[in-house]
């Protein structure tokens, strides 16, 4: 990343939201505005220790004095969400990305079906704050396990927009959890549904939308990092040929393209390197993509002319890199 993309912000504010849920509010260092954004935005932040994490804004998009993020501490993590949890403190300056969006709301949609899933709240949250200032129809869901496990849970309950968000615990009586099912039975041309929140979750909703008929393209969800990238049982070798110079490099079946490339002294750019954030993205030339990224589109993972190399491999014996 050039270090005119970079910007220099300060933890001016770091709030416990919920059991074991923080939000930084960051602001820019030197006190200018910092770089307009739109809902469904997300940052890269570059962490104390050298990790790179990608986090969600959840803040008013309006906002140009802050950025606020929202982060649950993993205990799975490879050490992320530790390092903002416990390095990461009131004033401290951080180096951070622009803004970049990824999962942005549909220009002109009727209406809007949002929801959220544990910490997957926080580009909905922001999502349902510029829905409501554009005076744009819509419904949003926000599970957790319990109370004390949800974000933003005073925010919500006081915004202009509450009557239109309903909360819904694991933990609680059966009657106020979300009944997926039931929720996405009757699609709508032009009512377009926004998922984030765990792996499991999104997938529930997606297949049940689906199923239920939903256009693809009323279809937008949202993976978060977190699933560390394994071999599955059959993957092989292969090789991949960097297109510039003819050479040709062995992938072995427990490493990673990327890995395989910097073995070999060929650097791709990385910072998720789970096949989320779309920074390593290639273009392939020839051979045959196995796509394991939950980043490409299933049209552009059909196109097979681009792959995520942190995560993706092949399924033929060759790959040739536009490198
Ligand atoms: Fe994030 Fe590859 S590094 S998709």
Redo the contacts with the bound molecule.
Sequence with gaps: MSGADMLSVRVSKKTVEAQGIQSFELVDAQGAALPAFTAGSHIDVFLPGGLIR?YSLCNDPKETQRYVLGVLRDPASRGGSQAMHDAVNEGDVLQISRPKNHFALAPGAKSSLLLAGGIGITPILCMAEQLAQQHAPFEMHYCTRERERTAFFERISGAAFAAQVQFHFDAGAPEQKLDIPALLANPEAGRHLYVCGPKGFINAVLDQAKAAGWPADQLHCEFF?GEEVKALAGDGSFEVKLASSGKVITVAADTTV?KALADAGVE??????????????TRVLEGEIDHR?Q?LTPEEQAANDQF????SRATSPLLVLDL
């Design positions: 990608q990092a990327v791709v750019l990385t910072s998720c390197e789970q096949g989320v954030c779309g920074t390593c993205l990224d980043y995520l190399p942190c995560c």
